[in-house]
């Protein structure tokens, strides 16, 4: 069924699902909060910067308009930054009716409260019906139709359903879930370990250091997440190993290049600037030490990424110090 469908923010991923979305036969409009950046889209009809090589299509309307990207749309697909969610979702209520679906596609988790993305459009439009859209889904391979799952999450499986149904395609395949909570914390945590992984091969490490990485990683992931509530199932899933297994693998990880400039001993802020698109992991790695605090639960690699970032640490002292640390069974 053809559906009226907003992508809001137009960088690489909002610019890749815009694609999706189009090639489904929806009707698009995809949305930039930057009046210049609308002018290069539509006279380019490609990003650039974020999603070279990558066509927009001449039917995708292109627009800075926010009521109009809103209003009358059967559904909103929020592709900002974590940062932006608030602000964007703040700016988005006044058109937003009751009961309209938004689907979030960000990874991370607010620094100040701790929330999920979804948390955060829920308390700005208390009124809107919330999913997550997550898994492993690097928009350059998107763009460019490689085949691709992930999971659409929300709290009733009709919304679940109706997300799936508006994104499914023979190459863009969507899987139901309810565990919203699961699928939020393995998105934003996965990026955190992926910048990790990026150290490891910063430093020169082998694989089997990058294969330690991800497999503790998973299990600091599993722990904090089983512990706000996610079902255990959903970080051995899509959006938990999966997303973990592409992010700290793939040649487009932004985390995963950032974490590797640190390794041969780049600032954060370096890495950040030399990566130019947003490294979700540096925005989620104090958020996920003080979720780790709030529910009791032990996360050294968070901890050594957070002393790397923004305590001074050197990337060897952080990997020495993980491998030091005291016995103790794999299981716990
Ligand atoms: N890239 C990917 O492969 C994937 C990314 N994601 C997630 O999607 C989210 C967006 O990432 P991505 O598209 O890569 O980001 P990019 O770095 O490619 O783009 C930056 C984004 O920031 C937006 N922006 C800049 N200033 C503002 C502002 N003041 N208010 C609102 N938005 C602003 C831009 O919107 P505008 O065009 O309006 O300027 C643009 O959408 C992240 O949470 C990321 O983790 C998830 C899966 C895959
Ligand atoms: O979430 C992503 C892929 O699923 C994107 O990861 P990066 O932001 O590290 O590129």
Redesign the pocket.
């Known amino acids: 069924m053809k559906r009226k469908v907003s992508v809001i ?8 699902l815009a694609c999706v979305l189009c090639d489904n036969g929806h009707d698009v409009a995809l ?4 009046q210049e ?1 609308v002018r290069l889209l539509d006279e380019n009809r490609e990003n650039k910067a ?2 070279p090589g990558v066509r927009l299509a001449d039917s995708i309307l292109i627009t800075d308009d926010l009521p109009s990207a809103c209003k009358d749309r059967d559904l909103l697909v929020f ?4 940062v ?1 969610i608030r ?2 979702a703040k700016s988005a209520s006044p058109w937003v009716r009751e009961g309209q679906v938004i689907v979030s ?4 988790i607010e620094e100040n409260t701790l929330n999920t993305m979804t948390d955060i459009i829920k308390e700005e439009i208390p009124w809107a019906d919330v999913a997550v859209l ?1 898994g492993p ?4 391979e ?1 763009g460019r139709r490689m085949p691709t799952t992930v999971v659409a999450g929300a709290r009733s499986d009709a919304t679940a359903r109706f997300v799936q149904d508006i994104f499914m395609n023979d190459v863009f395949r969507v899987y139901a879930s309810q565990d919203m909570i699961g699928i939020e914390l393995g ?1 934003a945590l996965k ?1 955190i370990i992926a910048l990790a992984a990026g150290v490891v091969d910063g430093l020169g490490l082998g694989d089997n250091t990058k294969a330690a990485l991800m497999t503790r990683g998973i299990a600091e992931i599993t722990r904090l997440g089983q512990a706000a509530g996610g079902c255990q199932e959903t970080f051995a899933g899509l959006s938990g190993i999966g997303d973990l297994i592409v992010t700290c693998t793939s040649r ?1 990880s ?1 985390n995963h290049n950032a974490g590797e400039l640190i390794g041969k001993g780049y600032t954060a802020q370096q890495a950040m600037d030399e990566v ?3 490294v ?1 992991g540096v925005y989620s790695a104090r958020a996920a030490k003080k979720l780790a605090k709030k529910y009791g639960v032990t996360m050294p690699i968070v901890d050594e990424v957070n002393a790397v970032l923004f305590e001074g640490k050197s990337a060897p002292d952080a990997m020495n110090d993980l491998l030091r640390r005291e016995r103790k069974g794999e299981f716990g």
């Open positions: 923010g137009a960088g690489g991923w909002g610019c890749a949305w930039s909060a930057l950046e974020k999603l592709a900002v930054p974590s932006f602000s964007t596609v960000a990874k991370g997550s889904s690097h928009a350059e998107v998105g990026n487009h932004r130019k698109m947003v979700e």
